[in-house]
């Protein structure tokens, strides 16, 4: 990269930093990191990253400016606030501290010192969270008191830490911290149904997709049971609607993500959308299902590879999109290791003896498609498409603004020999060793000529 071009590229990334545009700081910036990790294009891009809310992976970040910049007062700054982030509040206090001896009248120092002993102090995360739920029924029937609304606020100033996807407190305070609205936060705040999001694994997902998530209405196309809900609310979703042909409004019976099992999630889909106005659930696919409203977002989580009327589903969307709007989808690749959704999952499950799995083990699945019944789940649950089919269809409506190819694990990879290749080639003669080893795209689509 010339001079000039890094210069352009950096006063361009200010811009977006400045315009809280975190993706857009990351494109620029990258390049600029990766020729020179330590420079002042990582303690920028560290900034986009905490930003982005991923602190995580600011951290790195804004250490190798520091070995290369030990005394600058604004890496220190951006240390504490990423140290907080992570919930690490020793060092954020201590980074914080040294910012403030090596200039003492650094704007925003004392606010942040304030904010990590709020932090320090956990019982006043409890306390705030004991006044919501005090008063959750007085707040469902007649709108939340200055109280409720004073505590959700503090709440919404304070950052969960790494853990909120699995750790019922840190996604409380998530729940809050990415809300928009707070008199809608607040009436929507269903303390157990974060509790049991997290111990079902239901907000994982929307963590990951979260800057497609937060402040936007959101249509979760093939939701399942509805659990999600609560999860892309916690990711600070303005709005849910789950959709599901096979959801049973009055079951409370829900999957397990963490343990892979079936369990009583003690609330219905119809007890969710009745309680939270946020939260709508609907029985019904999505071909039959006509909304007269746009949405800024549609999820589709591991459906791609179930739709049997792909191409009518993506039609579909493509009516629910208004420019801006964002398809988001994890597609679990038919022709990976475990496409065929049945056990075994991994390697380390797999039972050569048992001939549930000598069917499927291996790719075999792939070969069976050619001697199953008509009925079986391979051809009835899946639609089989490959990978540059799917983006084919995908692109009859949208414009492909993200494709990542997720590998599959060594495990599995180290399993496909020669032999297994030659063997799934004799039923499929042009599948490429790429197509076998994409365990699972994430895409995001916009509609076509709809603009950003
Ligand atoms: C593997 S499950 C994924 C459920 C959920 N997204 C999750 O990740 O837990 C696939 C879901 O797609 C749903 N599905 C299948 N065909 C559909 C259609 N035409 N419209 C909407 N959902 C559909 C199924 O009922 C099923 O619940």
Partial sequence: MTQDTTRRAMDAAKDALAAQDWSGARRL????????????????????????????????LVAAFRAWRPRHVGARVLSARIHLACGELDRAEADARAAQELEPERPGVVALLETISAARDSSEVDR??????????????????????????????QAPGPGWTKDPRQAKIAYFH???????AVRNYDPHLIETSCEFDYITWPKRIQEYVRGRSVLDVGCGFGGYGMGFLVAGAAAYTGLDPAMELDSSRAKNKRIRKWADMGVTPRDITEALPAIRLVQASSEDCTFEEYFDTIALHNVTEHLIRLEEVMAGLARLCRPGS?????HHNFYCWNGHHLPPNQPAQL????????????WRHVNAVDDVADDHYIK????????????????????IVRWDEIPSSD???????????????????????????VNAVLGVARLRGGGT
């Fill in 29 to 60: 910036l990258a390049p600029l990191v990766a020729e020179n990790p330590h420079g002042v294009g990582a303690f920028m891009l560290a900034r986009a990253e905490l930003g982005a809310d991923r602190p995580e992976v600011a951290a790195p």
């Fill in 128 to 157: 705030h969270l004991a006044v919501i739920d005090r008063g959750l029924t007085a707040t469902r029937a007649s709108g939340a008191s200055a109280e409720v609304l004073h505590a959700a606020a503090a709440l919404q100033r």
């Fill in 411 to 437: 495990a599995t990879l180290s399993r496909l020999t020669p032999q297994v290749l030659a063997r799934v080639r004799d039923s499929v003669p042009d599948i490429t060793e790429r197509e076998l080893s």
């Fill in 178 to 184: 990415h809300a928009g609205d707070l008199t809608a």
């Fill in 380 to 399: 009835t649950n899946l639609n089989r498409v490959r990978l540059d089919e799917l983006r084919e269809i995908t692109e009859r409506y949208f414009d």
């Fill in 351 to 362: 039972d050569d003896q048992d001939p549930r799995h000598q069917l499927v083990y291996d």
């Fill in 326 to 330: 964002d398809v988001v989808f994890h």
